[in-house]
């Protein structure tokens, strides 16, 4: 069974890092890009970026690229988000998914870790 | 960036009808594109990647289709487990877009 659990989130000063985590299980996570989603409240999905196999291709949404720094540890089976000058907008659900391949087409989310909370506030 | 305009926002429906959720994008995405459920309080799950193919696992009452820029998902049967939120997300360019969402409701 695929599972991916998220961690690290809770209350952060505006300004300040936090950095998540995503813990991969059930399936060779080596074998697999792995991405990033956001959710603020009630509020619709936002892209944040992708890694890799073998880390050696990062992409980010642009309007992010410059806060935030994706990561992998394949021998851990483990996801990074590292996030940077974090401001009330990026309040939030914090999503890991593994990417399935679309062939030619790119690559979708096949399966969503449960989520993980960020709240930006002072 | 593709923009993904998804309709209706909202949807109440009766338990046995069928329903459709449209998604346009603001350019060819050339089937690029998957389907997505949120039941409140949850992470979403793919139901459908490549406009059309169903993922494992998921009901056959769940169907997506379309072309170029026009998409649909429909579903069959309606049942109460179906109440949730769906979203559309187009892969065939960066930045991955999402639908903004429809929110489906039983009358």
């Known amino acids: 069974e695929v599972k991916l659990v998220e961690s690290g989130g809770g209350l952060v000063q505006p300004g300040r890092s936090l950095k998540l985590s995503c813990a991969a299980s059930?399936?060779?996570?080596?074998?697999?890009?792995m991405g990033w989603v956001r959710q603020a409240p009630g509020k619709g999905l936002e892209w944040i970026g992708e890694?890799?196999?073998?880390?050696?291709?990062?992409n980010y949404t642009p309007s992010l690229k410059d806060k935030f720094t994706i990561s992998r540890d394949n021998a851990q089976n483990t996801l990074y988000l590292q996030m940077s000058k974090l401001g009330s907008e990026d309040t939030a659900i914090y999503y890991c998914a593994r990417e399935g391949y679309g062939g030619y087409l790119g690559y979708y989310f096949d399966y969503w870790g449960q989520g993980v909370m960020v709240t930006v506030s002072s | 960036d593709i923009q993904m305009t998804q309709s209706p926002a909202s949807l109440s429906a009766s338990l046995g009808e069928t329903v459709t959720i449209e998604c346009r994008a603001s350019?060819?995405?050339?089937?690029?594109l998957a389907w997505y459920q949120q039941k409140p309080g949850k992470s979403p799950q793919l139901l459908i990647y490549?406009?059309?193919s169903l993922h494992t696992g998921v009901p056959s009452r769940f169907s997506g289709s379309g072309s170029g820029t026009q998409y649909s998902l429909k579903i069959n049967s309606l049942q109460s487990e179906d109440v949730a939120s769906y979203f559309c997300?187009?892969?065939?360019?960066?930045?991955?877009?999402f639908g903004s969402g429809t929110k489906l409701e039983i009358k």
């Open positions: 350019e060819d995405i050339y089937n690029g």
């Open positions: 997300q187009q892969y065939y360019n960066y930045p991955l877009t």
């Open positions: 059930g399936f060779s996570f080596n074998d697999y890009w």
């Open positions: 890694i890799n196999q073998d880390s050696s291709t990062i």
């Open positions: 490549n406009a059309n």
